[in-house]
Structures are given as structure tokens and as C-alpha cells.
């Protein structure tokens, strides 16, 4: 028996989900979708009851992105898929429909080839018949192994617990709304976390929680090697934006910390899968020289940095991996006694 189900709570996460969608496909093909959830009335009660939709483009057509909240077991799943689908692209005027899965073994994937379903699997595989085909080797397993680093939810997950977050009576659907990533992400990471003998399994009932083995200064002593800065990419733009969706970061962060000065341009962070809506939200523009006045050095990070703020200023962790091997002397020296000053 196998199904296309996807093992989600609430839409919340299923959104999650498709934010990943984006992200793998933006990194890996270039392409923004501009995926937006979507409940269209001219639709009959039990698709929308069945199936989470967002609606997007790709390069320039119509696409459909449908997410299943229920349970379709059988041999007819795929085929029952498969006059819905039709019925959406119908009604929707969707030329490119997509199947967005947690994951896809070899059996789902070559059925859903062998009767032109495309799919994608977030970080994994992609399969378009109207437009375009990715197959990587790259199934997911149910196990991690130990990398170099840390995903960047492990790392949230372990940072948060360094910083005093009591995690161990949280499942995993607790997680995933307070941190904001999805449910995927946080089993991901305890899996990772258990790999890297950091964690023990820990269930209560069906839930699963968090038992990090280590506390304090140990904890931070053994994962300090493995964690990276949490930056990806900075951008310089004019607008404002409020500490509560971009907290102060960078030299802004470490003047706020420590004795270093202000910089001359306030730097702020932000979630890198949350920049294209803040950007269109808060009508940021391209920064200009000679311009100060509204311009911002904006960091987006692997994680959501407003998670772990504090008082508007993104946590100290955080801030000393994002600087501690900055080239400017005076930055890593601040980095350092940011450092020095937490008490375990």
C-alpha cells in the first residue's frame, strides 16, 4: 500500500512546505515561483477540503502548486489524483500543475512519471513534463549523518538551548511554530542532532521531543566547530523596517552588545525565505551612495533571526558566528568579548 499523503497538521506548515519549494527551486533552477495560498470559490467543497493550493508562475505561465491534506491510500491514488488535477487545471487555467511531497521513493516517483504527474520534493527531486526535469540522487533518508556543520535548524534548535529555551517538553509541531520552520525540518534536525551524538530519542506517547545529552558551556564547546554564520547574503536598501521584522544585526548589533561604535549605516537581518514579501511589503529599494538617511545593510540569514531577538537586537550566538572571523580586527575583537560576557 502506499499513498500521496503528506504528514502535516495544519496549513500553517503545509505554507512551510511550500516556502522550501520556492527556495529549491530558486537555488537550484533560478526561477521564482511566487507561490500564494489560495482558496478559489469556483471549486467544489471536497478539493478544497482535500488539497492545500497555491497558485504561481513559471516563466510566465500559469502554476498550480496542490499539497494533499488527507489520506489517499490504494492503487488508485495516482489515478484519482489525476482527474482532480484536471478538474483544477480546468477551472484554474493552470497549465503547469505540481504535486508538492514531504519526499518521493523510487516506486511513487516512477508512477507518477509513468502518468505525467509532476512533482516536487523540496532539496530532492523536481519533475515538470510540461517544462522542465530534475532528478537528484538525493532521496532523503530517515536517518541524518554527521556533516561539517549543522543544518540551519539544528543549529536554531541548539542555539535556542543555549540561550535558556526550555525545548525538552516541546514536540515537534510545537517547535515548528515557535522557531517558524516546518515540522520536516525539525524531525530533520533531531535526527541530525541524534546522529551527531548530541541527542538522545526522547518520545511521550506518539510525540517526539528533544534531549540534548550536554548543557552550558559543554554543549556550546562540543557544536562550536560545526556551526556557521547564520548570514547568506547582504543587501544594501533604502526603506524602514521595525525591529519586530528585522531586528538589528551585524555592527548595529555588536555597538548595542558592546563598546563598539555605531556604523554609519544601521544593519538589520531577516529570514532569507522572508525577503521577497518584506521587500514588497515594506517598497524596499536599491540603496544609492551619498544617501544615508534611509539605507540599510540587510543580512538575510539561514534561519529567522527574530526568533531568537532580543529587545529588537538579533541573539548574541547568532551575532558571534556572523562575526567572528570578520577581516575588520575591531569586529572580531567585539565578537569575542560578546563572547566573553555569556554565562553558562
Request: glycine content about 6%; proline content about 6%.
Amino acid at each position: 500500500m502506499y499513498c500521496l499523503m503528506l504528514n502535516r497538521e495544519t496549513d500553517s506548515a503545509l505554507d512551510a512546505l511550500a516556502v522550501e519549494a520556492e527556495n529549491y527551486v530558486r537555488e537550484a533552477f533560478a526561477l521564482h515561483l511566487g507561490l500564494a495560498p489560495t482558496t478559489p470559490t469556483v471549486l467544489p467543497h471536497y478539493l478544497l477540503d482535500r488539497y492545500r493550493l497555491w497558485l504561481g508562475q513559471l516563466n510566465g505561465e500559469p502554476l498550480l502548486v496542490v499539497a494533499v491534506r488527507e489520506h489517499m491510500p490504494g492503487q488508485g491514488a495516482t489515478h484519482q489524483f489525476i482527474k482532480h488535477r484536471d478538474t483544477l487545471r480546468t477551472e484554474l487555467g493552470a497549465k503547469v500543475v505540481l504535486l508538492l511531497l514531504d519526499h518521493v521513493s523510487t516506486a511513487i516517483r516512477r508512477q507518477m512519471i509513468e502518468r505525467h504527474i509532476g512533482f516536487i520534493a523540496p532539496g530532492a527531486q523536481l519533475y515538470i513534463p510540461e517544462a522542465l526535469v530534475d532528478f537528484r540522487e538525493r532521496t532523503r533518508r530517515p536517518r541524518a549523518t554527521p556533516g561539517d556543520h549543522l543544518s540551519p535548524t539544528a543549529q536554531l534548535l541548539v542555539i535556542a538551548t543555549l540561550l535558556g529555551d526550555d525545548l525538552s517538553q516541546a514536540n515537534q509541531t510545537a517547535l515548528a511554530e515557535r522557531y517558524g520552520v516546518s515540522i520536516m525540518s525539525v524531525s530533520r534536525a533531531l535526527d541530525e542532532l541524534e546522529a551527531s551524538g548530541l541527542a538522545k530519542p526522547q518520545t511521550a506517547g506518539r510525540d517526539r521531543h528533544l534531549h540534548l545529552i550536554l548543557g552550558g558551556a559543554e554543549l556550546w564547546r562540543a557544536v562550536e566547530p560545526r556551526l556557521q554564520s547564520p548570514v547568506r547574503k547582504v543587501r544594501t536598501v533604502r526603506g524602514v523596517l521595525p525591529n519586530d521584522v528585522a531586528p538589528l544585526a551585524g555592527e548595529s548589533a555588536l555597538a548595542h552588545y558592546t563598546m563598539l561604535a555605531e556604523p554609519r549605516i544601521a544593519q538589520r537581518a531577516l529570514a532569507a525565505a522572508r525577503w521577497k514579501t518584506v521587500q514588497s511589503v515594506f517598497a524596499l529599494k536599491v540603496g544609492f551612495d551619498f544617501d544615508d538617511s534611509e539605507q540599510i545593510e540587510l543580512e538575510t540569514w539561514r534561519y529567522d533571526p527574530s526568533t531568537l531577538a532580543r529587545a529588537g537586537v538579533v541573539d548574541p550566538l547568532s551575532l558571534y558566528l556572523s562575526a567572528r572571523d570578520d577581516p575588520d580586527e575591531r569586529i572580531a575583537q567585539a565578537a569575542q568579548q560578546l563572547l566573553e560576557s555569556i554565562g553558562w
